[in-house]
């Protein structure tokens, strides 16, 4: 069996290889104009040319005076001093006229006459004037090598002489994308193609960490074609990074080329995601080969090309902003790979300054889970996984000041919360609205766990023919509760245009040519199915892709759309996004469900508000499906 990775080295030790390796290596120099300078990295350290200010100077608008002669002044006692003789007027910044060594500022002097100045107190030797280099003396050092450049830099620079300064060159990188299946950003895709984003992302944290970034043309699979623009750009820049082929897959050339062409360092890193990295020296210069898969490209990039393109500039890369975080569910991991997972963070109040990690999405690919990330939860190596209590660091993506005054809701996906988040960003409130959406049941766990602020859920009680409340009283004991209605919504069967399969009725779904595709477990809509179901008689069994289970309504009526499926149910709002036919079985109720006490929280009173407004609710029902009567209205119970 091929060995897949030539090594398999901790974090550390691979990071530590590499600055070994290129600790020497930096960019090229040039000299630039001081006023161009601004984020660039000296690459020589600065010093002063002359000494700011180089006289002695007023720092006051007043008379320069000669301190002796205001010795015995009081308000009893006033002294006149002669207007040119004994006091000279000055402005803030003006030299002090020589022989004089004090200022007395305006307001405390008094103009008897066009011949005499009044004054009624005693000044001290050089009383508000500013010394010779007291913001910056000749021969100091400004700013030593490596320092990168802020705007007040330039300002000294320029009050101490200096008008050009030598920086490092910004490193140039260039990019290769490569892969049969990939194309540029279009409107419409062909069947298995996928856009090309990874370049993308890549050259914007270069940009950002000071490199100039060049991208070629996609590659296609093909091992001449690969190496030939390889060899371009490693005449032509000072990194090359390929993407991807860093994997040992049959089209997965970059290894053979890096090896013909100079030294793999190391080829997999014990990390997830992004093992597969691929780290070379050719030309002296350093190759890195991302994963293709996004989550992993973006990781090792952070992780391993950061540190490369601030090397270049003579410069270490900040450490990340870690904090210590606790879990309260047991989250699993592979021990012997240090794990990087995607976590919401959630404080219950301003006084928790230990914050809660709520996994999401886990995948190299789910790049929505990425933006909907407050943080990376590290998770170490030696650890098979992490227990409800445990410690671990993330890497926070936001501030803990930011992350804190967000509200975090967990439970059923619904069209209508992404509208009330983005109404609650346009009217420019202090917070933010997150979601995970993992399902009805998934989201009163979450609840009860403290892991949210918030859970959505529309479970049906198949007894009683109720919404949530029979849910609330067995998951929340003893607890006063809290139910907001969100909407009324449609439920109902996604299905191909025009129906071929002519489904009806629940009973169509026994058909076996007939493909279904259900929600997943502890999801409300599957609640709803498995009732369906029951009245009508009807065994799981006797469904073809029962088990076949997507996570969003939006997800199910795709798989509809593509032809992956026949029928799947959800809500109607979902099937006129994706463009499928909908067929209602059902009105349901959904809910957002709090503990009693946060609805005197400043945000819950604002959710509830924007609930309540009548412009937002005919928004919510203009998606269709949707009744919002009774949108914004409270419950209370005491269980």
Known sequence: MAKRYLDKLPLQVALDQLHEEFKNFRAETEIIAVDEAAGRITAQAVKANRSAPDFYASAMDGIAVRAKETADASSRNPVLLKKGVQAVAVDTGNPIPEGFNAVIKIEEVNEVDEDYYKIEKSVAVWNHVRSIGESVVKGNLILTVGHKIRDFDLGALLEAGITEVEVYKKPVVTIIPTGDELVKPVKELQKGELVEFNSTMVKSALRKWGAEVKITDIIVDNKKLIKKEFKKAI?????????????????????????????????????????????????????????????????????????????????????????????????????????????????????????????????????????????????????????????????????????????????????????????????????????????????????????????????????????????????????????????????????????????????????????????????????????????????????????????????????VGRGSADAALGIRAAAAVIGVDFLTVAEERYDLIVEAAMLEDHRIKYLIKILRDKKVREEIKNLGGYRTTDSGSLKILDL
């Open 235 to 559: 005449k032509e820049s000072q990194l090359v990074i390929i993407l991807s082929g860093s994997s040992a897959g049959r089209k997965d050339f970059t290894r053979d080329i890096l090896k013909s062409e100079g030294r793999i360092l190391f080829h997999g890193v014990n990390i997830m995601p992004g093992k597969p990295i691929l780290a070379a020296k050719v030309a002296n210069k350093p190759v890195i080969a991302l994963p293709g898969y996004p989550i992993s490209a973006l990781l090792d990039n952070y992780l391993f090309v950061r540190e490369l393109v601030y090397l270049m500039q003579g410069q270490k890369a900040a450490e990340f902003d870690q904090q210590q975080v606790e879990v309260k569910r047991k989250i699993n991991s592979d021990i012997g790979l240090e794990e990087f997972l995607r976590v919401n963070l959630i404080a219950k109040n301003d006084d928790q300054e230990l914050l809660t990690a709520v996994p999401l999405k886990r995948g190299s690919s789910a790049m929505e889970s990425m933006v909907k990330a407050d943080a990376i939860l590290r998770i170490s190596e030696n650890k098979e996984g992490l227990a409800p209590g445990d410690k671990a660091p993330a890497i926070l993506l936001k501030s803990k000041a930011e992350i804190k005054k967000d509200l975090l809701l967990i439970g059923s996906h619904d069209l209508s919360l992404d509208l009330i988040r983005n109404e609650i960003a346009k009217r420019g409130l202090d917070f933010r609205l997150k979601l995970q959406t993992v399902g009805s049941m998934a989201g009163l766990t979450a609840l009860r766990r403290g892991e949210s602020h918030l859970a959505g859920a529309h479970l049906l009680d198949i007894e009683s023919g109720e919404y949530n409340i029979s849910y609330l009283k067995r998951f929340f004991k003893n607890k006063k509760m809290a139910l907001i209605n969100l909407v009324e919504r449609e439920q109902g069967f996604y299905l191909k245009k025009g129906n071929p399969k002519n489904i009806k009725s629940i009973a169509d779904l026994k058909n076996n040519d007939l493909n279904f595709v259900n929600r997943q477990r502890g999801a409300g809509t599957r609640v709803l199915l498995d009732y369906l179901l029951k009245k009508e008689g009807i065994d799981s069994s006797q469904i073809n892709g029962y088990n076949k289970e997507e996570f969003t309504h939006i997800a199910a009526a795709a798989a």
